[in-house]
């Protein structure tokens, strides 16, 4: 197969950071106290949209209302209030650098920058320590993290990886180069699957992003049979597969990955069908497809944005058609901006139930609510009543232990539960895996 050159014009990407949104044209238009908010709120969290973000995918008639709006601008609800009202107050009076670096420090640290024990049991030992920017929680999957890809075309307001973004050296994950992780893998026969991930290693120029690729397609790494990539760019930047100058040089890199056996895997990131529905998106997914990648998209479940399963339902039969797999609906992680953007799950599951319900056979592959705790991946099949106590049908999809997959377990049915910590075991039991240990 011959990688088709892109012919539409050339984009370039302007981004625009942080409190500085709040001197975009079409932000000026809204509520002054938008504007404020924007500022207190970017102090803390990261924040950065670009300029396909805001021509291309945001209805700035219905702006702040907008799913887009809301998925991308900062909003007051997104700290909680004592943050908020402290950050303000510094700002407001027009506080030191020092003194207003050291309150937002302390905020981030309250926002649990590093959820699902992340860097205390996911980070692998080497031989002088541990691996920053490697990941190996499963036993047949290590993520990677390229140092230079620690950064999006923009950023989502829910973004569980936030912590990457605000340029604190010990909460961010990174290799300086492919070295480490190929090092690491060749050590490792049992990993079947590499998952670039970030930020977004799509925003890596391809040349950089061979580096890490190309030795795996040697036959010391036979073992690899999956290379996925975790990726926005379809949603912020899908001139990233068109036109951008080494976009025909990316394709040939995927290209080539597959015609030596492996499965490539785009691990897009879609969170609402306004997305799919560019004359870009669509340019960029045919072209991917047409390498012998697959695209996987996945995203969570959050108000604000997408908690209606009419929007599910709709998203997962537009990516059937466009040849795009529904994977996963996420449950919004316990981390950053979560407070905004959580449901509880037995919401989740309603939302879940009906959008499934009302796709058909070939569009059901998006499984969920899927949530990534510390133990593993772990699926909400459902309610049910057992020995008379309403209950939470719970399975591993993936976990630490793989002995622990597909074995069934419950949880007590807590209308206020937003997160897999706050479930407790049904029938006053601990859970099976605290048991056997």
Not at 119 to 143: C, D, F, I, S, W
Request: proline share 7%; aromatic share 10%.
């Amino acid at each position: 197969m011959t990688v088709e050159s892109g012919t539409a014009r050339t984009m370039r990407m302007r981004a625009v950071p942080g409190a500085r949104l709040a001197t975009l044209p079409q932000v000026q238009r809204l509520d002054p106290a938008v504007r404020r908010d924007i500022r207190v709120v970017s102090s803390v969290l990261p924040f950065k949209v670009n300029n396909y973000v805001l021509d291309e995918l945001i209805d700035w008639d219905r702006a702040p209302d907008d799913p887009l709006y809301r998925l991308t601008f900062p909003d007051r609800g997104m700290l909680p209030q004592p943050v908020f009202d402290e950050i303000a107050a510094l700002i407001d009076r027009d506080a030191g650098r020092e003194e207003l670096r050291a309150a937002v420090n302390q905020a981030r640290l309250s926002l649990n920058p590093h959820p699902g024990d992340q860097l205390q049991a996911n980070v692998p030992q080497g031989e002088n320590g541990a691996l920053n920017g490697l990941q190996h929680k499963y036993r047949e999957t290590v993520l990677v993290f390229p140092g230079q890809g620690q950064t999006c075309h923009a950023y989502c307001g829910y973004c569980f990886r936030w912590a990457q973004f605000i340029g604190v050296a010990e909460l961010k994950q990174a290799v300086s180069g492919p070295e480490q992780a190929l090092g690491y893998l060749s050590g490792h026969p049992e990993v079947s699957d590499v998952l670039f991930t970030g930020g977004d290693p799509m925003i890596m120029s391809t040349e950089r992003l061979r580096a890490y690729v190309t030795p795996l397609l040697e036959p010391r790494f036979e073992h690899i049979r999956n290379i996925r990539f975790g990726t926005k760019a379809l949603s912020y930047w899908p001139y990233r597969f068109t036109t951008d100058d080494d976009a025909d040089e990316l394709l040939r890199l995927l290209e080539r990955a597959t015609s030596l056996g492996r499965h490539v895997a785009v691990m897009a990131h879609f969170s609402h069908y306004n997305e799919l529905e560019t004359e870009a998106c669509r340019e960029a997914i045919r072209r991917i497809r047409d390498t012998g990648a697959v695209i996987r998209a996945q995203a969570p479940l959050v108000r604000h944005v997408n908690d209606d399963p009419a929007v599910w339902a709709r998203m997962w039969r537009t990516m059937t058609n466009l040849g795009v797999v529904p994977y996963y609906m996420f449950v919004e992680r316990d981390t950053g901006a979560s407070q905004y953007f959580e449901l509880p799950l037995r919401r989740a599951v309603s939302v879940y139930r009906d959008a499934i319900s009302a796709v058909s056979g070939l569009e059901r592959t998006a499984r969920g609510p899927v949530m990534s705790a510390s133990p593993g991946k772990v699926v909400l099949d459902g309610t049910a009543r057992i020995a008379g106590q309403d209950v939470f049908c719970c399975r591993f999809l993936q976990a630490r232990d793989p002995d622990w997959v597909g074995r069934p377990f419950f949880a007590k049915l807590d209308e206020h539960a937003v997160w897999f910590d706050d479930l407790k075991p049904a029938f006053d039991e601990p859970w099976f895996w605290q048991a056997e240990g």
